[in-house]
């Protein structure tokens, strides 16, 4: 058996890379090519009110820990509701979808294993023009749909609305 050899992935507070993906900002924290394959780490900052589309994804597991805030998961048939401490897991192949409820913005760690979707973001993204979150708008859903498909993922319908809005 080879043992192959690499150097600890390290990123410190701060670091990685950043992209703006619809409303939320985005920080890349480790890569399938930083942990041989076996998973993506993104740190997100999403704002009261925000969610993405209904999307499934085909080629990678995608769970969710909430460091802050108050995030309602729609993953299948079943709706939950995180906290700050909370974990959540979406199987590939199980339609999801989140939307960040309550006064503040919500911080969430998602783990893509295995690694690889974590490009998704930074392909469909853009690069920040400063600190902090990008400003309203709204999304390039035909981009979202063109990037998605080449990471196996689909859209498949709307985003949630936060409770009391519907």
Request: proline share 10%; aromatic share 8%; no cysteine.
């Amino acid at each position: 058996m080879e043992v192959v050899e690499m150097a600890a992935p390290f990123v410190r507070a701060g670091e990685g890379e950043s992209t703006w993906f619809l409303a939320n900002r985005m920080t890349v924290k480790a890569t399938a090519e930083s942990t041989n394959g076996g998973f993506g780490l993104v740190e997100s900052w999403i704002p009261v009110g925000h969610s993405p589309p209904l999307h499934v994804h085909r080629r990678e597991d995608e769970s969710f820990y909430v460091l802050e805030g108050r995030v309602r998961f729609r993953v299948g048939d079943e709706e939950l509701v995180a906290e700050a401490g909370s974990f959540v897991f979406a199987p590939r192949d199980v339609p999801h979808t989140f939307v960040v409820e309550g006064d503040s913005a919500a911080r969430v760690l998602t783990l893509l294993t295995p690694g690889g979707g974590e490009r998704f973001f930074l392909d469909a993204g853009r690069i920040p023009e400063g600190p902090g979150l990008p400003p309203p708008g709204r999304p390039d859903v035909e981009k979202l749909r063109r990037v998605a498909s080449q990471y196996e993922a689909e859209i498949i319908g709307p985003p949630l609305s936060p409770e009391g809005s519907r």
